[in-house]
Structure formats: structure tokens, C-alpha cells
């Protein structure tokens, strides 16, 4: 079992945690997450490997208490063990070769994805700049982290409580148009912020990656719940990505399975706190 070591409240609904795993701080990526259960009769929880310390064998995770097994994560203190932890799962992003200037773009929980990348890369010599978005001011966070490995962080919020007043999008269309020299963009956040940026790259033939946060089950490629088209071809987010090319998913598709199970996840969430051990 994995002990928390460190727990911290980022925002309303958003909290981190810090792991004792070092088998898997060995050799996490950028763009790999693991799956979690914290019961016997536990959902599979897949959350993206923010960051990682191989030296004192820690991961970082960031999650939003959005249904009821993430609220019942929310609820374990430091000191307390998850029951299983797999990882790092998935593909490592591939990052454009030669790229020597990159756009990472960040909405609400997104930005916890975008770090890690954003580091990788920055940590590789490439120009980080970076666009911090979320609805308002209390549900910002890591500027801090981001501003350390970018040479530009923007910061945009819906009600213009903290940076400039808009989308992501807004001010990313004018760095493009503004000529400086971006050779990619990296996004990450909800589908719609996704899809926003990836409609917008295009008109600019400008490479874009984003991650897909797909239903889950065993990241395995088994169970076929992360099922998404890319290119006219279908691939699983838990073995292909979670990256992909933006250009060629079908976001469509993918916004429409998301809402599979919002039913169900509503009558689970009345139940939350059953089944605590």
C-alpha cells in the first residue's frame, strides 16, 4: 500500500497529495497518470502523475472532488494508505522534434497535467510559454510552479477575478498572430477548452497535442471504456495517448461519451460515505 505523505487543499473541491511510491517515481513521464482504488470495493480512480521526485521515490496527484470516489479520496489524511496504486500507465507525450518554442495551455484542473510537460520541456531547453486559465481566482493554481519554467505565464479568468478577463483562447490567438516564432501548442483542461484551442491551431497549421481525460476502467486497453477516434481510427486513450494530436480527434464523439453516465454518477454520488472502510 502507498502512504499520503503530504495533503494540501489548492482550491474549493481541488486537492493534492503526495505519494510514497518510488517504483513508479522511477520511471514516470510526462503524460502518464496512474489508477488508483482506495477500497476493495472501490472505483478505479485514473489521475495524471503531476509530478514526480525520483530521490525521495514520491509521486504528485491532483484531483477535483467531482463524484463520489474522488470526494471519498478527498477524505484521506496524511498518514492513511491507498489501497492499490498502478502506474505510470499510459504513453509518455511525444513532444514535436526540434521544437524550440512551445505553448502550454492550462484550463481549471488542466493546469495539473500541463506542468509536468511544461517542465519536461523546459528542463530540455525549450521556451516555455504558458496560459493559465480557470472560471475565477479561487480555483487558480500552481502560477507559481508554472511561472518557474515558462518565460511568459499568462493568466485569464471567466469573471476577470485575477488576470486578464476572457479564455485561454483570447490570448493565445494573439501571441500566434503576434509572431513569436511558436512551433507547437501543448492544451490540457476540459473538452470544450480542448476543442476551443485545437479549432483555433488549425487555421494556423500550428502542431497542437492535447491529453484526453477518457472514461477509464483498467488502463489496460481491456475494457474498451476509453475508446476515441483519432484520425478516423479508433484508439484508447489508457495505451495510445492520453495524448494525441488535436487536429485529428474527434471531440464530438468525445464530449458525448463523457456524458455516458452522469445519471449514474449523480445517484452514486448520494451515496457517498457508504462503504467507507
Known amino acids: ?8 487543499v489548492l482550491a474549493p473541491t481541488l486537492k493534492q497529495i503526495i505519494v510514497e ?19 476493495e470495493k472501490g472505483e478505479r480512480i485514473p489521475l495524471t502523475i503531476a509530478d514526480y521526485d525520483r530521490d525521495n521515490g514520491t509521486i504528485t496527484m491532483i484531483f477535483q472532488e467531482v463524484g463520489s470516489s474522488t470526494k471519498r479520496l478527498g ?3 496524511i498518514g492513511d494508505e491507498i489501497l ?3 502506474g505510470p500507465l499510459g504513453q509518455p507525450t ?24 511544461a517542465k519536461e520541456l523546459h528542463e530540455s531547453g525549450v521556451e516555455i510559454i504558458s496560459i493559465v486559465g480557470a472560471r475565477n481566482e479561487e480555483l487558480l493554481f500552481y502560477l507559481d510552479n508554472m511561472k518557474a519554467v515558462s518565460k511568459e505565464l499568462h493568466v485569464t479568468t471567466d469573471d476577470g477575478s485575477k488576470g486578464r478577463k476572457g479564455f485561454v483562447t483570447d490570448v493565445l490567438k494573439e501571441l500566434i498572430e503576434s509572431d513569436k516564432g511558436i512551433d507547437a501548442v501543448i492544451a490540457i483542461g476540459p473538452m470544450p477548452m480542448m476543442k476551443a484551442v485545437s ?6 497549421g500550428l502542431k497542437t497535442i492535447v491529453s484526453l481525460n477518457s472514461l477509464m476502467v483498467d488502463g489496460t486497453g481491456m ?46 454520488d448520494c451515496r457517498c460515505g457508504e462503504g467507507m472502510e
Open 1 to 8: 500500500m502507498n502512504k499520503i505523505l503530504q495533503k494540501q
Open 21 to 39: 511510491a518510488p517504483l513508479i517515481a522511477k520511471k514516470a513521464k510526462a503524460g502518464q497518470f496512474v489508477i488508483l482504488r482506495i477500497h
Open 75 to 77: 477524505l484521506l489524511e
Open 84 to 86: 492499490d496504486l498502478v
Open 94 to 117: 511525444e513532444h514535436p522534434a526540434g521544437a524550440k518554442r512551445i505553448v502550454c495551455v492550462g484550463g481549471g484542473v488542466g493546469v495539473a497535467p500541463v506542468y509536468p510537460e
Open 199 to 204: 479549432d483555433l491551431t488549425k487555421n494556423y
Open 223 to 268: 475494457c474498451g471504456g476509453c475508446r476515441v477516434t483519432i484520425g478516423n481510427e479508433t484508439k484508447f486513450a489508457c495505451i495510445d495517448g492520453p495524448a494525441f494530436d488535436a487536429h485529428e480527434v474527434d471531440f464530438i464523439e468525445q464530449m458525448r461519451r463523457l456524458r455516458m453516465y452522469q445519471i449514474e454518477e449523480k445517484v452514486e
